[in-house]
């Protein structure tokens, strides 16, 4: 193919395609995925692989915007979404409501596994990563809901390989905005190397209590 041709072409597609807003600003994001998907679905034929996923999909997607995150795309097996409520960090208790998502996402796995085997498919477990920094927001042409971008995003991605199985894991600057909530119990688990002077330290997030439901 011919080179200028594909470099013309190129330019004119992300300039028409990608837009990005032009600036940044600090935001909590989120990001789920299931654990050890490929071996949980090397068996299923592709109808009941789809089904496997929507069901996650759709379990996830609707506990995210019931706390207010924007999806913004899903991978398969993971979903990551942004708290728009968290930008500028204003809002003190919208910091609350993402730990609120991600302990949601892990009460109904009980749920969404017996869902699971009235399909009959395999169980599935998972693991929430959230975040809080900078992110870049890009619209795409012709997707309903904008794109996010930046080293918070891959950090979130990154530091979820420390969240045991059906927990929620946050990062430095997550547990910086959140650590003075009581509600909840912040235990470090390590630190992800960055390669500069200082490592980046990661927490798994629990309730200090058993949570109370009305009819209790």
């Known amino acids: 193919m011919n080179q200028d041709v594909l470099l013309a072409a190129l330019k004119k597609k992300v300039a028409n395609e990608i837009v990005f807003s032009g600036g940044t600003k600090p935001c909590c994001v ?27 999909l759709n379990a996830m997607s ?15 097996d993971s979903l990551l979404y942004y708290f728009p409520k968290t930008a500028e960090g204003k809002e003190k208790d919208a910091f609350a409501e993402v730990l609120e998502c991600g302990l949601a996402m892990i009460e109904s796995h009980g749920t969404i596994n017996q869902l699971l085997a009235e399909h009959k498919l395999p169980q599935m477990d998972y693991r929430i990563s959230s975040d809080y920094g900078t992110l870049s927001i890009a619209h795409a042409s012709g997707l309903p809901v904008d794109d996010i971008f930046g080293p918070t995003v891959n950090l979130c991605s990154k530091i979820k390989i420390a969240a045991q199985p059906n927990t929620l894991v946050i990062g430095g600057d997550m547990h910086q905005v959140s650590k003075s909530h009581k509600t909840y119990k912040f235990s470090y688990i ?16 629990s309730r200090s209590e058993p949570r109370k439901w009305p009819w209790q």
Do not use: Q, R
């Open 190 to 205: 390590g630190a992800y190397y960055l390669g500069l002077k200082h490592d980046y330290p990661v927490y798994s997030v």
């Open 30 to 56: 989120g990001m789920v995925d299931i654990v050890n998907s490929t071996a949980s679905t090397a068996k299923l034929v592709n109808g009941k692989m789809c089904e496997y996923y929507t069901i996650f």
């Open 62 to 76: 609707i506990i995210a915007k019931e706390f207010d995150a924007v999806v913004v795309k899903n991978l398969g």
